[in-house]
């Protein structure tokens, strides 16, 4: 795969001036174009160490506005970024749309190093490298034009190069030991890297391999791509129709399905309710208190009909934790930040370190209830994020995060009863819409989608805890039980 790259391959100075100032021109008129655009920009910088990955990057500095691109370097991960599934600490600096994010070491890193030095077997690299097939396939079906860039070098190239770097005093820090002990593995490198790059060079995010021995060649070749990809991005744009979303069929629920099969009459007195409650949250405190012991975090989904008791059971869950160790995200329409993003963005933002708790009050799940009903996205976005959304939780659970998602089910009478009594008590009001009134209209789609969901989404790392909601007193305790055995099996206790 490198060899077509070790040719070696020369430009003159004139030749590379003339072109140069071609190319600048016309990168800062995409750039313009780009600003106004309905899609974002990712360019990952890799490759060998003194392939010139620096330069490439201050170049395109230059020759480009500036202001419009986000440049980041990735080195080991701060306490911060440890703390959390190694993709967050990419997934929180996408740029949004009109904009361009360049990755000066990215997700490629860490596995490919891993592999290298014996840290991970053949099947631990396999997976990181499905994973990121998965990650590129999402990110360019949500509108991210990705641009992967390989500065490649001979290994004598590499080692001059280096003893070059070294032997100026105005450069020599540029090399360190590690880069030296690298050099000393460069044929596993060689090896390692082309294994990935092949498992990743997708029609969606392909790979550029640069020879990287001439640094005009190098600048031409990376600056002439990425113009040529903006320009035919814009075009594809320019040309595609913009045709308003249509109304989807609404779904309707089966006779028997996991929802209505539930006995909305169970009970639960208040004497019951309150030795149980008292009991369970003093199990939950402790339980939180062990989760940076036993390097977890806690991670608690809520979704359900509207007044279904939802702020209920989340506050019986917070009033038994530490208030500094959870954090409640209210999941309402997207912000405008939001939706120049890719749709997981909002939720991988707020995924908790090592030790807290965070629960989300409605989550990721919108796409497939809220936003499919009501036809706020296409129906090929919708029936994608199932698969989308399995392979989010899968990541977040095996890296210790544990998961527990609860479906709050009330009948249509009760939540009736529960409108009625909001719109006569003043400190409830604010809790009613008229959004809430036109979802009554679509009960059965809802009800529908809802199983759907709970279907392709209930894995063994992540299940959806159906719970009977008619009575709030029983909801709460199944919920808090729910949670405490959750955790108990995750901390081995």
């Known amino acids: 795969m490198f060899e077509a790259a070790e ?15 071609r190319i600048r021109e016309d990168l800062l008129n995409v750039q313009k174009q780009l600003a106004h655009a309905d899609f974002s920009v990712v360019i990952i910088m890799s490759g060998v160490e003194g392939a010139g990955k620096p330069e490439t ?51 490629y890193t860490a596995p490919i190093i891993s592999r290298v030095l014996g840290e ?3 099947e631990e690299f396999d997976l990181a490298l499905d994973e990121i097939v998965d990650l590129e396939r999402m990110l ?11 500065m490649h070098l001979s290994k004598a190239a590499q ?9 100026d005093k105005n450069t020599r820090w540029r090399v360190t030991k590690m880069d030296w002990k690298f050099f000393k593995r460069y044929d596993e490198f060689r090896e390692v890297s082309e294994q990935a790059l092949r498992k990743t060079s997708t029609g969606a ?121 959870y954090q409640v995200i209210s999941i309402a329409a997207p ?14 933002r707020h995924l908790p370190r090592l030790g807290r708790v965070t629960i989300f009050d409605r989550s990721w799940y919108g796409r497939v209830l809220v936003e499919r009903i009501e036809g706020f996205c296409g129906q090929a976005d919708w029936q994608r994020a199932y698969a989308e959304i399995n392979e989010f939780e899968e990541q977040i659970a095996r890296f210790g995060i544990a998961i527990i998602k609860f479906w709050l089910t009330i009948g249509a009478e009760e939540q009736l009863r529960r ?22 209209e679509k009960w059965g789609a809802y009800e529908a989608a809802a199983c759907d969901m709970i279907e392709k989404t209930s894995t063994t790392l992540a299940p959806w805890v159906p719970v009977e909601a008619n009575d709030k007193l029983f909801a709460r305790v199944k919920v808090m039980q729910s949670v405490c055995d959750l955790l108990e099996k995750a901390l081995g206790s």
């Open 7 to 21: 040719l070696g391959t020369a430009v003159d100075k004139a030749t590379f001036n003339k072109e140069a100032t």
């Open 57 to 107: 990057v201050n170049l395109l500095l230059e020759w480009m506005d500036a202001r419009g691109i986000q440049t980041h370097a990735f080195g080991d991960p701060s306490d911060e970024e440890r703390e959390r599934p190694p993709y967050w600490r990419f997934w929180r600096l996408l740029p949004p749309k009109g904009r361009i994010g360049i990755f000066f070491g990215s997700w």
């Open 120 to 122: 991970s077997s053949r």
């Open 140 to 150: 360019a079906q949500e509108n991210v034009l990705l641009l992967k860039f390989w």
């Open 159 to 167: 080692k001059a190069r280096l003893k070059s770097l070294e032997a």
């Open 205 to 325: 995010a392909p790979w550029h391999i640069v020879d990287a021995s001439d640094q005009r060649f190098r600048a031409l070749t990376v600056t002439r791509a990425l113009r040529e990809a903006l320009q035919k991005r814009l075009q594809e744009s320019a040309n595609k129709p913009k045709a308003p979303l249509q109304k989807p069929p609404l779904p309707k629920p089966a006779k028997v399905n996991v929802i209505n099969k539930l006995d909305l009459s169970v009970r639960l007195s208040e004497k019951k309710y309150k030795k149980k409650l008292l009991k369970l949250s003093g199990k939950l405190n402790l339980l939180t208190r062990r989760l940076y012991e036993k390097q977890h975090s806690l991670l608690v989904v809520f979704e359900g009909p509207d007044a279904a008791g939802k702020g209920g059971a989340i506050r019986r869950l917070t009033g038994a934790m530490d208030a500094r160790m």
């Open 335 to 348: 912000t405008d930040e939001e939706r120049a993003r890719p749709y997981l963005w909002r939720f991988w």
């Open 419 to 440: 409108f009625k009594d909001r719109e006569v008590t003043p400190y409830k009001q604010y809790k009613l819409t008229e959004e809430d009134w036109r979802n009554r």
